[in-house]
Structure formats: C-alpha cells, structure tokens
C-alpha cells in the first residue's frame, strides 16, 4: 500500500528552528510538497520538490531524498503566524497526490 | 478576488436527504478536484475533473456525484447522505494535473450528516 508519515504533533519555540519529517512509500514517484493549513482554513502551497536536494523560500526550505523516501520542510526564524498544520503529499506513478495526515506545529512564546 | 468560492460553508443535514456543494473558480484552471478531510487522515480524493465535459474517480468516490459543464462550475452531490460523509469537503482547482504545480483551495464545506 501507499503510506506517508509525519508526526502529528510538534512545538517549537517562537525564534527558533524546527524541522517536520515526511517519509513516504509510494508506488513510483513524481514529485513531493508541502502545504501549510491554518485551523479551520484552506491549504496553501508551500513547496514543490521533484530532484534532491534543498529548495528554500525565505524562512521555509525544503529537502528531498529520493533513494530513502525521505523529505523535510525547515522553518526558520518561528513566528506565531506559523502555528498551523503542514501537509506532506507525493504525487505517484498515476500522477495522483497521496496526503499525509499532517504536522500540527505549535509555537510558545 | 481571484480563487475558489464554496458553499455552503457549514450544513447540517438528515440522513437520506440529498446534497449538493457548489463549488467555482474564476482562474479558468483546467483541472478541479474534490476531497475530504477527517481527523487524523490525509486530504482523500474523491472525484477528479481535468478539463471541462470529463471526470473521473479518486479514491473514495463512492455515495457521490460530480459533473463538470464548464470550465468554472464542479458541484459534488451527495445522492442520499450518510452519517459517515460527515467531513469538511475542500474544492481545488490547478492549471495542469495534480502533480504538476500548485493545487488552489477553496476556504471548505463542513458538512455534518445526523
């Protein structure tokens, strides 16, 4: 079966650095991403990452290792704003997007 | 305003009662896409439409409905509701397939089935 996990809960510190995993098992691979999903509101892109390696946004970067079924989102410079849950989905051999059930990330002054 | 506009927001409905979520986009995106969201679940698919005239089904497609007339315009229909379709119902739409690029979402249907 297809599988993707992430933990279900972390906190960081506002001003810190906090690194969600996503590892998958998908039947082929065409891409991963991330998206951030405030409580009770719609899902926004964050990031695409298809070959490895590191893609960074601003704040937001993200890792990919293909040969381990491996990805990270890294945020940096926490804000409070960031308190949300961060989706992990890869799209596989159909092309069809298998979600993850998401990282809750908490944030403490 | 560019996007996604869902509704209803939030509906409470008897069961065996017929439903439908209303669901348009004004970025003339090809592909639209509906899926559910339950606590503790990843987003599931549940019907797929790449361009205007086709669907398809996704991966929990059963007790529901869709049609695609235009570009703009992808109801869901929920033929005779049950308690286990309670879920928060998310439309989004993109220019390509799923794997190609961003997914836009609208804001959500809460949907609770009694």
């Known amino acids: 079966g297809q599988n993707i996990d992430q933990p279900t809960e972390m906190t960081a510190t506002e001003g810190a650095i906090v690194q969600i995993n996503c590892t998958y098992q998908t039947s082929g691979f065409n891409g991963l991403f991330w998206y951030q999903q405030h409580a009770g509101e719609a899902p926004t892109f964050l990031s695409y990452?298809?070959l490895d390696g590191l893609e960074e946004k601003g704040r937001f970067s993200s890792f990919l290792s293909r040969s381990k079924g491996y990805s990270y989102l890294l945020l940096k410079e926490l804000q409070m704003k960031d308190s949300a849950s961060y989706l992990c989905a890869v799209a596989d051999s159909n092309y069809q997007l298998i979600w993850g059930a998401g990282t809750k990330l908490i944030i403490k002054p | 305003i560019a996007g996604i506009t869902q509704a209803p927001t939030s509906q409470i409905l008897a069961a065996g009662r017929r439903m439908t979520l209303r669901c348009t986009q004004d970025m003339r995106h090809n592909a639209m896409y509906w899926y559910r969201q339950d606590l503790g679940l990843g987003l599931r698919l549940i019907h797929y439409?790449?361009?205007?005239?086709?669907?398809g089904k996704g991966e929990v497609p059963d007790g529901y409905s869709v049609s695609r007339a235009n570009t703009d315009d992808f109801p869901l229909t929920l033929a005779s509701a049950v308690p286990s379709q309670t879920s928060v119902y998310f439309c989004?739409?993109?220019?390509?397939?799923?794997?190609?690029?961003?997914?836009?979402f609208g804001e959500g249907s809460r949907l609770t089935v009694l």
């Open positions: 439409s790449n361009t205007a005239g086709t669907t």
């Open positions: 989004a739409s993109s220019e390509g397939g799923q794997d190609t690029g961003e997914l836009f």
């Open positions: 990452n298809v």
